[in-house]
């Protein structure tokens, strides 16, 4: 099992920039398939973006450009927003799920706590 626990939220006004956190300990030896998530308010939770073991990435479309994800050896990761919009708002949730790679429909088991993002005109 990994333990995650997300920080940097905030509130910034539309155009801006926020950088979100994910610290990943327990066994970050293992290989995993690592994501951001966010939920708006009367929204369904959405897939941001994944990054596999070997840095590929994928991203929602309406992120596309905008939003970065990265990851280290740690199994750490970040999310770094920028051009941020009133839409991007939302509770934002690190998760994980068992593989090298990031295909496939399967359920992240590992959630993090989430951090809440509010973007203002």
């Known amino acids: 099992q990994v333990q995650l626990v997300e920080s940097g939220g905030g509130s910034v006004q539309a155009g801006g920039l926020l950088r979100l956190s994910c610290a990943a300990s327990g066994n970050t030896d293992s290989s995993y398939c690592m994501g951001w998530f966010r939920q708006a308010p009367g929204k369904e939770r959405e897939e941001v973006a994944t990054i596999d073991e070997n840095g590929l990435t994928k991203y929602a479309d309406s992120v596309k450009g905008r939003f970065t994800i990265t990851r280290d050896n740690a199994k750490n990761l970040a999310l770094h927003m920028n051009t941020l919009e009133v839409e991007d708002t939302g509770i934002y949730y690190c998760?994980?799920?068992?593989?090298?790679?990031?295909?496939?429909?399967?359920?992240?088991?590992?959630w993090g706590q989430g951090t809440q993002v509010n973007v203002s005109a």
């Open positions: 998760a994980a799920r068992w593989g090298t790679y990031c295909t496939g429909p399967r359920p992240f088991p590992f």
